[in-house]
């Protein structure tokens, strides 16, 4: 919603009928209990022809470099992976609203939230340069890396990264960069890094890591790849471990 506008989440339990469950139309709803989360904007909304398309991989409307066209796709794979379906309710001009069905488990217990394991804080006040476009990433990454007793520097891309480095470049003792970036992406922003420090201790964040930047980053003989969503402890744990191979790079 560019100019402004509300956005509204909601969850609740759903017990589909035989009827409804066919009116939605998809392979995976069949009838039962669920759990609904309804997103919902009052955007531009989308025309049938479009809603064919949304959840085709880099399938974007966004101006280039601005959208990778994988949000929604990504989204569709992560909940038919739980069982689960989701489905569109689609005007133009009046907005949208995206249902998550998630198949509930009747009578289930909810199981105890595991508790952030956060035992001793591995820093020693380095400092780290974090780099994404993403401010709420940013955030939570700063907030992560605070908590476990690291200093950051935040940068919120390639360009900001690299002026950033070539003032402070000896304080940093690890850059920690998001791939999928407008303007210079992950890979460029490493490489203007490098060229500043060809040693320079380096964790590409991505949500494609796997598949698109994995074997791009193990070519720049980078190893330590966090794939996206990572948790907070994933994230210290890499951070010390980079740092650690970095002090006795023969153990590594
Ligand atoms: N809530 C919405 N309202 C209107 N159009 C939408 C909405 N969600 C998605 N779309 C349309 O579907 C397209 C594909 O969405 P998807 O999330 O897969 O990629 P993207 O948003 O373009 O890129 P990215 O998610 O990488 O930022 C969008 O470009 C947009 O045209
Ligand atoms: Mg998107």
């Not at 409307?61 to 569709?76: D, R, W, Y």
């Not at 001793?120 to 006040?125: E, L, M, S, T, V």
């Not at 908590?147 to 919120?156: D, K």
């Not at 930047?213 to 193990?218: D, E, N, R």
Request: charged share 20%; no cysteine; aromatic share 6%.
């Amino acid at each position: 919603m560019r100019s402004g506008g509300v956005l509204e989440i909601a969850a609740r339990n759903q017990d589909l009928d035989a009827a409804e469950a066919r009116r939605l139309n998809h392979p995976n709803a069949a009838h039962g209990p669920y759990v609904l989360i309804e997103v919902q904007d009052i955007g531009a909304g989308m025309a049938d022809e479009m809603l064919e398309k949304i959840f085709d991989p880099f399938f974007t409307t966004k101006e280039f470099g601005t959208g990778s066209g994988l949000g929604l796709s990504t989204s569709l794979a992560i909940v038919q992976s739980h069982g689960g379906f989701l489905n569109v309710i689609s005007a133009v001009g009046k907005g949208t609203t995206f249902q998550v069905f998630l198949p509930a488990l009747r009578g289930a217990r909810p199981a105890e939230a595991p508790r952030p394991k956060v035992s001793q804080p591995a820093g020693k006040g380095e400092l780290i340069l974090v780099v994404d476009d993403e401010a709420p990433m940013r955030l939570i990454i700063q907030r992560t890396l605070e908590m476990g007793n690291y200093r950051v520097v935040l940068a919120s891309g390639g360009a900001e990264a690299v002026a950033i480095y070539a003032e402070r470049g000896g304080e940093f003792a690890a850059v920690i960069t998001d791939m999928t970036m407008p303007m210079m992406d992950g890979l460029e922003t490493i490489n203007a890094l490098r060229a500043l420090n060809p040693k320079l201790p380096v964790i590409g964040a991505s949500g494609l890591a796997s598949t698109v930047y994995g074997p791009k980053l193990a070519r720049l003989g980078i190893r330590h790849i966090l794939p996206k969503p990572f948790s907070g402890q994933e994230l210290l744990i890499m951070v010390q471990k980079l740092l650690e191979e970095t002090r006795s790079p023969d153990v590594a």
